[in-house]
């Protein structure tokens, strides 16, 4: 009975996007064509091939069905309905259920296919035949991972734990597929894996001591241990890293790299793993590379109206070279992905030369600099000027080869983006200048640089005023007879995990080149001058931005003088 409708819908779904505009009807013949190979529903599939959007393809079902949608990630979860769904059948069927109305006897559950029969009758087989469920539309990947996120993970890795420890198969809490067993040391990294990403941890630290292993996360720029397990842990859980990493099991003298592509709480995660030996053994850290995070909407990176309009200024000049600085960890990337995915249609060439490629984007061909090919970013900005771009992503300049490519590219007619490792924008001029570019190169090319630093979020559940001193108020530049600001200290709770803050958010200063300072790039003024120049066309300064976040209650003054110098203001 499922398979008429479901045809039906795959039908009207395609052909509802073309009359739309959506996509094109040579897409929906690709796609059509990939469904063979992935037995995906369609809609699924033009997500997979980055012809449209999650929202896009649940609004069209929703239209195209007249089943009402839901926003899972932003919906709150009712324990009463949790009860009436077991953790694997929600897994297999990614069924997540919402609400329960026991005057109605009525079960509300998110579906990313309302036609799944077999789903429904499961869940009405485990109570009785008077249960009403109405199902509502879910984006597969939001179902999937709330469900994890509201079952748990850290239940699974004791079970995992205990299971190792007595032997005893712990059967209520295998996570498989298929329902085959896993070796419990395979479950374990799964677990823990997915156990960080879930608490939206940057990196996974697996450290071994003389008689233990310690294991950190990086949660929002701070590492935090998570466990302790015995040292015998240790060799078994290295060569499962090593094995899904690609590395050699063989070697433990030296350094290796490796990466990792799973599918984990329903969404393709990678992760760059690093290997180094050192007294108690191998070290292992794994960066999480999460595509859903990786690639924010412009408008979403929590600008100032003054730094959006001019980063979306600098964007507009057509060839020219715009820098992102910052140390390791500061959201170079993401600004970059961010930008990159704003300029990128239909109508312009992008390319990009990364150490490694990071976030997959459609429409954008990505390449990795390959030391074995002797392909290096210089190496690659030749070859990639072979390829008619019109926009070119440099990952890093390392070295003065590297930045003279950079900046005869943009000589050449290219718009080009790169980073570089200085701790301010303006300190980016002398850095490229000791790199060997001419300044006569630099101050025609340079369109501008961004400076830019990650600070943490204040949690909003329990953040509590501070009392304004005269430390403060002369930090923020505060008058003594002002009464209405207020500003924000870190407490903690649970929903933080005592911390204080969640999550993060990035503060910037932005260098836009004008005709003064490109004079006085010319001529090879020190980074004093060019910072007083700068002053007096309103350049603001990192320490600016991030006391305009402490100001509008974001993060706290503790917290922006963990990551900014505030002494100049002092002095002021």
């Not at 990630?73 to 059948?89: C, F, N, W």
């Not at 930045?403 to 303006?426: D, K, P, W, Y």
Request: some cysteine; glycine content about 6%.
């Amino acid at each position: 009975m499922s398979e008429k409708p479901k045809s039906t819908g795959k039908k009207q779904l395609g052909d509802a996007l073309i009359e739309k505009g959506i996509i094109t009807p040579d897409q929906l013949t690709i796609a059509l064509l990939e469904q063979e190979n992935l037995g995906k529903r369609i809609g699924a599939v033009l997500i997979h091939l980055g012809f449209v959007t999650d929202s896009i393809i649940r609004d069209a079902l929703s239209e195209n069905t007249g089943y009402s949608t839901v926003d899972v990630t932003g919906s709150v979860i009712d324990a009463d309905a949790i009860k009436m769904v077991p953790q694997e059948l929600a897994r297999r069927y990614k069924v997540l259920p919402l609400s329960y109305n026991s005057a109605l006897h009525e079960l509300t559950v998110a579906m990313p296919d309302t036609y799944n029969i077999v789903a429904l009758d499961q869940i009405r087989a485990l109570h009785d035949s008077k249960l009403q469920i109405q199902p509502v539309l879910g984006n597969e990947t939001d179902i999937a991972g709330t469900i994890e996120e509201i079952y748990g993970f850290n239940l699974s890795i004791d079970g995992i734990l205990e299971e190792i420890e007595t032997g005893e198969i712990d059967l209520d809490n295998l996570q498989t597929e298929g329902d085959q067993y896993h070796h419990p040391m395979v479950r374990l990294i799964n677990a823990l894996m997915a156990d960080a990403v879930q608490q939206g941890a940057s990196d996974i630290h697996f450290e071994p001591e003389e008689a233990f292993l310690r294991i950190r996360y990086r949660v929002d720029g701070v590492l935090r241990q998570i466990r302790s397990l015995h040292k015998s842990y240790w060799a078994a859980m290295v060569v499962r890293l090593k094995v899904i990493s690609g590395m050699n099991i063989a070697e433990s003298r030296a350094p290796q790299d490796g990466r990792i592509s799973l599918t984990l709480i329903g969404r393709q995660i990678d992760f760059r793993v690093a290997a180094q030996p050192t007294t108690h053994g191998e070290n292992i850290v794994l960066r999480i590379l999460d595509r859903r995070k990786g690639i924010v909407p412009l408008e979403s990176l929590g600008l100032s109206e003054e730094n959006l309009y001019a980063i979306k200024m600098m964007l507009a000049k057509p060839e020219g070279v715009i820098l992102v600085t910052g140390p390791t960890g500061s959201g170079k990337t993401t600004t970059l992905y961010s930008v990159l995915n704003h300029i990128n249609t239909e109508a312009i060439n992008i390319m990009t030369m990364e150490d490694p490629v990071e976030y997959p984007m459609p429409m954008i061909r990505q390449s990795s600099i390959n030391a074995a090919a002797k392909m290096d970013f210089a190496e690659g900005i030749r070859s990639m000027m072979r390829q008619d771009p019109d926009v070119i992503l440099v990952g890093e300049i390392r070295d003065n080869v590297t930045a003279e490519m950079a900046f005869r590219a943009a000589m050449t007619g290219h718009q080009v983006f790169s980073t570089l490792h200085t701790n301010s924008a303006i300190g980016s001029v002398p850095r490229l200048t000791d790199l060997d570019v001419l300044p006569d190169l630099l101050s025609a090319n340079l369109i501008g640089i961004i400076g830019q630093r990650l600070v943490r979020r204040l949690c909003a559940e329990c953040k509590q005023p501070q009392e304004l001193g005269d430390l403060e108020r002369t930090l923020l530049k505060l008058d003594a007879n002002d009464t209405q600001t207020q500003i924000y200290q870190a407490v903690g709770c649970t929903k933080c995990s005592g911390l204080g803050y969640k999550g993060r958010t990035s503060i910037l200063e932005i260098l836009q080149n004008s005709d003064n300072l490109r004079r006085l790039i010319s001529e090879n003024a020190s980074a004093h001058t060019l910072k007083q120049a700068a002053a007096e066309e309103g350049f603001r300064t990192l320490a600016d931005d991030a006391c305009r976040r402490v100001i509008d209650g974001t993060t706290s003054l503790d917290e922006i003088t963990r990551i900014v110098d505030l002494t100049d203001r002092l002095g002021d």
